[in-house]
């Protein structure tokens, strides 16, 4: 085995009526949610992320301008004023727990150097979300910039690309999740259910990686965690076989073979100094334990089938 296999993608579907918007989500092992909201109102959750946050905080800003110009006016204001406060988080130099691009789409396209046109298009339509309908001055704003959206010719921005862009954001978000729920259970020391987001994370990153720098996150670090969860997930499985009573050494066995076994190319697909060392560690380790350190040698080369010689 040389890659992890792949993980099935969430699946979503929406109907539309009048009054009531109804959508689907289907979640691979737990079940499909029927998710519906009222037409014109707004999400609690939505209302309170730091993005939403910012854009209300540049129209409060401009409340002078708006009571003096008008609406027009003050969408001008607010927008210059979001765009400018999302330009300084880009350039700021931030430990991993302030990364700002977790929290705005521009922030990361800024980084990335997308296309202005694709950084216009996107704050515009953050400034028209339907949820600004709570409040008359913000609903006035938003009419402004959905006319404004209206506006753009079908040559001026390239969709496809546009799209591009966003499913990018959304593969390093859904990264960043692997990511954070693998650390999480590493440090609970759930290293059997740790791999795998480990893992996937990893492997999802590297692909990010390969298109820009600033697009996934720092790499020896996720290589670290993934190399320190397998080596933990080893002594793990040695201390039960070690124990020599059923079923710990079953189950050592058992976490050996399904687990440890099947993750060790994809550490030596990357030919790191330390990820070679760690599964020289492991190789070693488990055929002392079979008295067959003389025959390992020879098996690396030509290994037969079975549980162990697949190292």
């Known amino acids: 085995m040389s890659t992890a296999p792949t993980r099935p993608s969430d699946q979503v579907t929406e109907d539309e009526s009048p009054c009531q918007r109804t959508v689907e989500v289907a979640i691979p092992h737990v079940g499909t949610f ?19 946050q910012g854009i209300i905080m540049a129209i409060g800003k401009s409340s002078s301008i708006y009571e003096k110009n008008g609406p027009e006016a003050a969408f001008f204001k607010a927008i210059k004023l979001e765009y400018a406060r999302l330009l300084r988080f880009a350039q700021e130099d931030t430990p991993p727990e302030m990364d700002y691009r977790l929290h705005h789409v521009i ?36 009419q402004v910039a959905r006319a404004k959206l209206d506006l753009i010719k079908p040559e001026e921005v390239n969709m496809d690309e546009y799209e591009m862009w966003h499913q990018d ?31 996937y994370s990893y492997q999802y990153n590297k692909e990010l990686l390969l298109k820009g720098l600033y697009r996934g996150h720092n790499d020896e670090l996720l290589g670290y965690y993934r190399r320190e969860c397998l080596l933990k997930l080893n002594e793990q499985a040695a201390a039960m076989f070690e124990s020599g009573e059923e079923p710990e050494v079953t189950t050592g066995l058992g976490i050996m073979n399904e687990l440890v076994v099947p993750c ?13 060392l760690a599964v020289e560690d492991m190789r070693n380790r488990w055929c002392s334990y079979l008295g067959q350190e003389m025959e390992c040698e020879s098996l690396r080369k030509s290994p037969p089938v079975g549980y162990f010689w697949r190292f």
């Open 264 to 276: 060790i190319p994809l550490l030596l697909a990357h030919d790191t100094e330390k990820d070679l």
């Open 169 to 199: 954001y959304r593969n390093f978000r859904e990264t960043t999740v692997l990511m954070v729920t693998g650390l999480e259970l590493f440090q609970k020391s759930n290293y059997v259910e740790a791999l795998m987001y480990l893992i």
């Open 34 to 52: 029927v998710i519906e909201s009222e037409e014109g109102g707004y999400d609690d959750e939505i209302m309170m992320t730091p993005n939403m």
């Open 107 to 142: 922030v990361y396209f800024i980084q990335n150097e997308a296309p202005k046109k694709i950084l216009e298009r996107t704050l515009l339509t953050q400034f028209a979300d339907r949820n600004l309908a709570f409040d008359e001055r913000c609903k006035s704003i938003m």
